[in-house]
């Protein structure tokens, strides 16, 4: 396994943003990430950091990242991943066996780990349809427990690992037969959707900013509330869909908070919502990056 100290953690990242983190372990394998996950006390998990702003500060603490963890298996219409498998090639690996339910997968530049964190979900689908039961380590225990879906509190972007007791150590998926054409044009479909709204990597950005208010949607709110034309030297808001935002080249944490801010303050004026962040603040913050937290995210910041 490989352990890095003083590691730059900005190439990792989606945003293409965040500092220096005081130490981060790639484990290979479940037990190393068991035994790693026993040994420390402090640490955070993360997978793609494709849904997280990163500290340009950095992070003075442990970061255990999964993507070296990359184990699937498919038995009949049965899948079982390890929380590092990432979303796209799962989606495509279980499409070429005619198996279909994880066709949303095949956009999400994400991992199983952070997908079940997030119950992620896109065109009509989400994690929680297919999910039977998860591999966990308990924090408090340190033991390994397992989980059935009804147990892991799943809803609009939620599920039971938010409370921060547990890690997804590896997820099962129950998912149907169906013809190979029918999987292929749905995620075409899905990737078509994409790539006409949606900014590619190229234009570093960590997808919605924003979660869905009940019965809305937050890019319909942004767009009327005026946010398109909102940019700064280093950041701006995606024209072609309000609720993202890019990293034009250079760009700190504070940079983004400072434009989801003001976003969020657009939309409350026009229509006294109150927006709340999809996007997930790690690391060391600033005084002014508290402030900006407190506002966007009251008391759901993770460090
Ligand atoms: C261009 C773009 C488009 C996107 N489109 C969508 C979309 O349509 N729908 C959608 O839902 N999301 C979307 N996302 C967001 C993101 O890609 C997904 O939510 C993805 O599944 C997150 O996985 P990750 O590995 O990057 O998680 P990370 O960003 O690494 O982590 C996210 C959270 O999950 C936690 N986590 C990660 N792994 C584990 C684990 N093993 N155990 C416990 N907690 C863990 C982390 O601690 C963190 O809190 C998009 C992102 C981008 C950049």
Redesign the pocket.
């Known amino acids: 396994m490989q352990v890095k100290e003083n590691f730059e953690i900005k190439p990792l990242t989606?945003y293409k943003i965040g500092g220096v983190v005081k130490k981060v372990y790639f484990p290979e394998t479940l037990e190393e990430f068991t035994e790693v996950l026993r040994e420390l006390d402090n640490y955070?998990?993360?997978?793609?950091?494709?849904?997280?702003l990163f500290s340009s500060n950095g992070y003075s603490g442990n970061l255990v990242v999964?993507t070296e963890m990359k184990n699937f298996e498919i038995r009949g219409t049965k899948v079982i991943a390890e929380?590092g498998v990432k979303?796209p090639l799962i989606s495509q690996k279980v499409a070429e066996v005619s198996l279909s339910g994880l066709e949303?997968l095949i956009?999400?530049?994400?991992?199983i780990?952070?997908?079940?964190?997030?119950n992620?979900?896109?065109h009509g689908q989400c994690i929680a349809d297919t999910l039977v039961s998860c591999c966990l380590f308990d924090r408090e225990t340190k033991e390994v427990v397992y989980m059935q879906n009804s147990e892991m509190d799943f809803s609009y972007?939620h599920s039971l690992?938010h409370n921060g007791r547990?890690?997804?150590?590896s997820a099962e998926f129950e998912l149907k037969k169906a013809s190979q054409e029918d999987i292929k044009e749905l995620m075409d479909r899905n990737l078509t959707f994409?790539k006409t709204i949606?900014?590619s990597?190229a234009k570093p950005?960590?997808?919605?900013v924003f979660k869905n208010p009940e019965n809305d949607s937050a890019g319909r709110l942004l767009d009327k509330a005026g946010v398109k034309s909102f940019e700064t030297p280093t950041v701006k808001v995606w024209d072609k869909h309000a609720n993202f935002i890019i990293n034009k080249g250079g760009a700190t944490s504070e940079d983004i908070l400072e434009m989801m801010v003001k976003m969020y303050e657009a939309v409350k004026q026009t229509y006294t919502i109150e927006l709340r962040p999809e996007i997930?603040f790690?690391g060391d913050k600033t005084k002014k990056e508290e402030e900006l937290c407190n506002i966007l995210y009251r008391t759901k910041t993770?460090k």
């Not at 950005?205 to 919605?208: D, F, M, P, T, V």
Request: glycine share 16%; hydrophobic share 40%.
């Open positions: 989606t955070i998990v993360l997978g793609s950091c494709s849904d997280v999964t929380c979303d949303f956009g999400l530049p994400g991992t780990g952070g997908a079940v964190y997030m992620a979900g896109a972007r690992l547990y890690i997804l150590l994409r949606q900014p990597l950005n960590a997808g919605s997930i790690i993770q």
